[in-house]
């Protein structure tokens, strides 16, 4: 079965742009999670997607937006960016039917902002 | 305040011997319990979970769980210098995942 998928691996962007990451989930799996990984704040989780509705959100600004499809594929969106928001931005799928619902992590998108 | 909190390291152990990482929780109510391990570079790699208060084994990992004492931690038996990595805790609560920021772990040959 393949693993979680996200694209794009790598992005640098200038300030004030946006920016659009996707992330395909496991086969099967209908809960998304997207977090960010800094090395001085470590993960902190931005929102959870499940059959396309937000079910859990972060303690992030309105500029991060998410949305999930009908096919449980996932998009985040980072507009007006601004530098501090430079990170590793991982995706995590879940089935949501086994007892511990673990969460599986994609490879990230490296977010870079000049 | 929903906390997960883990000793940052650095951890170093000789080859061959147990290294034993620790994760304290903060909500009681909390049901199951994860163990990932990062490579520099790379995403998180769920190692082992664990939902009943004792020991589960999986090949040289065991996690041990104790929800009176809200204490997660995991051995890992016969270090490799591969096992090199930091080791992330996990504690579902309330339907999210909190993460600890992580022991790293060093093994020297």
């Known amino acids: 079965k393949a693993g979680v998928t996200q694209t794009p691996r790598y992005l640098i962007k200038t300030r004030g742009q946006q920016v659009t990451l996707s992330c395909s989930p496991i086969s099967g799996h209908r809960s998304v999670s997207w977090y960010q990984q800094t090395p001085g704040q470590g993960l902190q989780f931005l929102f959870e997607?499940?059959?396309?509705?937000?079910?859990n959100k972060g303690n992030f600004p309105g500029r991060f937006s998410g949305r999930q499809f009908s096919n449980s594929r996932s998009e985040m969106n980072v507009s007006t960016l601004e530098l501090g928001d430079s990170a590793l931005y991982l995706c995590a799928s879940s089935s949501l039917t086994s007892g511990a619902n673990e969460q599986y992590f994609g490879p990230g998108t490296r977010l870079t902002v000049t | 305040q929903k906390e997960v909190e883990q000793n940052s390291g650095p951890l170093s152990v000789p080859e061959g011997a147990i290294a034993s990482l620790n994760c304290t929780y903060s909500?009681?109510?909390?049901?199951?319990f994860f163990w990932y391990r990062q490579y520099s570079g790379k995403s998180p790699e769920l190692i082992m979970f664990i939902y009943s208060n004792g020991d589960k084994e999986d090949g040289r990992f065991t996690a041990q769980l104790n929800k009176a004492s809200q204490y997660v931690s995991l051995l890992i038996r016969d270090s490799q210098p591969s096992d090199s990595a930091t080791y992330l805790c996990?504690?579902?609560?309330?339907?999210?995942?909190?993460f600890g920021t992580g022991t790293s772990l060093t093994v020297i040959p």
């Open positions: 909500d009681r109510g909390s049901q199951s």
């Open positions: 997607y499940f059959s396309e509705t937000q079910r």
């Open positions: 996990a504690v579902n609560m309330g339907n999210q995942f909190y």
